[in-house]
């Protein structure tokens, strides 16, 4: 695999998304990163697991173009407010810029807005105005942190009712969807710790 270096728009060097490869419609079916059996038959990947489970994807990007699978939702790694600031603008660089990759190799590509509000403005660095494809997690006991993934969704696309993708977090974040118009999806762990 060859290394790129991508335009930007800001300080840090974060590379920009390409507007013409904003995922659309959620593609079924999505799948968690992780499985290589049910990774074979998926549309939409998403990377809400636990961190080391695609520790290879920083690697070796390229693993993931498949030839099924069509678009992707950024790699999402844990940020929160004590992360220190340094650690987490890699972290960023490194999701957009493989974002960006896969772009490049034909992947439509929702933008990850779950990191902690302390990097907020940073994680919207190579997000070009007018991008309209978002995807985010959802906490039950954390409903302030997805309004405020909203505002930014709504902020950056100048839509009213954004593309954005809420994966996982109960009745209450699925009632919060549904009053705003947002595509909400099930996941297993929410179902697990609640069963």
Not at 5 to 32: H, T, W
Not at 141 to 168: F, H, M, T
Request: contains cysteine; aromatic residues 14%; charged residues 25%.
């Amino acid at each position: 695999m060859n290394d790129y270096l991508y335009e930007s728009d800001n300080e840090f060097e974060i590379p920009n998304l390409l507007l013409d490869r904003q995922a659309g419609k959620l593609c079924l079916p999505l799948v968690a990163y992780g499985s290589i059996r049910r990774q074979s038959n998926a549309e939409t990947v998403h990377f809400y697991v636990d961190d080391y489970r695609f520790d290879t994807v920083w690697k070796n990007p390229a693993k993931i173009l498949n030839g099924k699978i069509i678009s992707v939702i950024e790699p999402n790694t844990s940020l929160f407010d004590t992360t220190p600031l340094a650690y987490g603008l890699h972290q960023i660089y490194k999701k957009r810029w493989i974002a960006r990759y896969w772009q490049e190799s034909g992947l439509s590509v929702y933008a990850d807005l779950n990191v902690s509000s302390k990097f907020y403005e940073y994680n919207r660095m190579g997000i070009p105005n007018g991008y309209n494809a978002f995807a985010t997690r959802g906490y039950a006991d954390r409903l302030q942190y997805l309004k405020a993934e909203l505002e930014i969704a709504k902020e950056i696309s100048g839509a009213s009712i954004p593309n954005l993708i809420v994966y996982g977090g109960g009745e209450k974040v699925k009632r919060f969807c549904r009053e705003n118009s947002l595509l909400y999806i099930h996941d297993l762990m929410t179902t697990k710790e609640n069963g």
